[in-house]
Every structure is written in C-alpha cells, then in structure tokens.
C-alpha cells in the first residue's frame, strides 16, 4: 500500500510556541492531504482539507489561523499550531487520498501520528 | 454525519468470532474499514463499494448493504494481533471527506 510519512512522531513545547508538523507522501503524489485530531479513546475529527496550491478547507469549529496548512508540492503538506496553549495537547494524524475522488477505489493511508504536549 | 458503530468494545479468547456493525443515517456511498493499535495510525483493511459487496482476507471479511446503509464487519478465529480499535469511514458519493465512526475496541485475550 501508499505510504505516508509524519514528522516529527513526537513534540513538546512551552506554551505560546509554534509547532509545524510534516506530511510526506513517499511513494505517489497526493494532490489532497487531510488532517486529523484524536483525543485518547476517541475518533479521528477531521481538522481540514489540503489541497495541492490551494487553501485549506477547515471544517467547522476550526480556526485556521491558529492551525496553519500549507500544500507546497504534490507530496509535502504541513500542519503548524501557532501559539500553542496545552489544550491543543493532542495526536495529530494526517491522511492522503489514494484514487480520485468520487470514483471507485477511492481511500486513504495514514501517517504515523505527531503526539503534541504543550507545558 | 458520523457512522454509528457497535458494540463500543468487545472482549474475546483466542479463537472466538466477532461481528461490528456499522450504519449511517445519510446514504452510504462507500465503506472503508481501519484497525488503529495504541498509539499508531489506523491501518487500511478494505473499503466496499456497493451493496451486497463482500470482501475479506485472512479470516477478517467484511460486508455492506447499501439498502441498509450498514456495513459489518466480521473476524473469524481471532488472534492476539487482531487487538485494537477499528473505524468504519464514509465517504459521500463525491469523494472528499472521510468521516469515521466512534470506534470498537476489540481485546483478543490468550
């Protein structure tokens, strides 16, 4: 299957700081990338839509600007949680879609997980 | 709107069999089926495409009835390994978003 890297798998930062997490498609090119939240025992929440050359779509609830996406190239998005507070303690997970959209065979394969704990 | 899972967790011996359901209020166009292991990303296992499409492989299959709007999930002789917590996912009939049920936890016990 694809595979989709994250970086970094792990970060801690003080509060107020800036986190930028990557989302690498290793062996195809993902023109959209999705972002996920996951609380402990929880769903994944979609956060957003990355679009390769175009904005993000944020679902509602989400500020986008304090959850930044850039799609700079058809294998790169990054996800960066500016000022961070210790609520956006959190796993985040990206995704990226294999197939087009609408058509069958359409899913998509997941990163590893970036685990953020804001002191 | 989010899939509906059941049952929310499931304990079985080595062995046993195990059935999670999946169903959803809003027409489901496609299922996508994940098994997620502490602290790691969910793992594709299959995706269905129409009803009364079945799919499996090793002793995990799944089905789907489109009519139904459900899906289920079924693991046959269970192993250790099938430990986790396992997501269906709709898609609409545009693609695009993924969303994901609440989730079952199955514990495959020696």
């Known amino acids: 299957g694809a595979v989709v890297s994250q970086h970094p798998s792990r970060v801690i930062c003080k509060s107020g700081t800036s986190v930028k997490i990557e989302c690498r498609s290793l062996d195809f090119q993902a023109t959209t990338m999705f972002w996920y939240r996951q609380f402990p025992k929880k769903s994944l929440m979609l956060m957003a839509t990355?679009?390769?050359?175009?904005?993000?779509?944020?679902e509602q609830g989400v500020e986008k600007d304090k959850f930044l996406i850039n799609h700079a190239s058809l294998t790169l998005s990054t996800l960066t949680v500016t000022s961070a507070h210790p609520e956006d303690s959190s796993f985040y997970i990206c995704?990226?879609?294999?197939?087009?959209?609408?058509?069958?065979?359409?899913?998509?394969?997941f990163g590893p997980g970036t685990r953020l704990l804001v002191l | 709107q989010q899939p509906v899972q059941s049952p929310q967790a499931v304990i079985l011996r080595e062995g046993e069999d195990a059935v999670i359901n999946c169903s959803s209020s809003?027409?489901?166009?496609?299922v996508h089926w994940y098994r997620q292991k502490h602290g790691e990303a969910p793992v594709f296992l299959m995706i269905?495409?129409?009803?009364?499409e079945q799919k499996g492989h090793d002793k995990i299959s799944a089905s789907f009835n489109e009519k139904k709007q459900q899906s289920s999930l079924y693991l046959t002789a269970s192993q250790l390994s099938y430990s986790g917590t396992y997501f269906c996912g709709s898609l609409g009939n545009q693609g695009g978003k993924l969303i994901f049920g609440q989730g079952t936890e199955l514990s495959v016990k020696p």
């Open positions: 995704s990226a879609r294999v197939g087009r959209p609408g058509l069958a065979g359409e899913t998509q394969y």
């Open positions: 269905l495409l129409k009803g009364g």
């Open positions: 809003k027409a489901l166009y496609s």
């Open positions: 990355s679009n390769e050359g175009s904005k993000a779509t944020y």
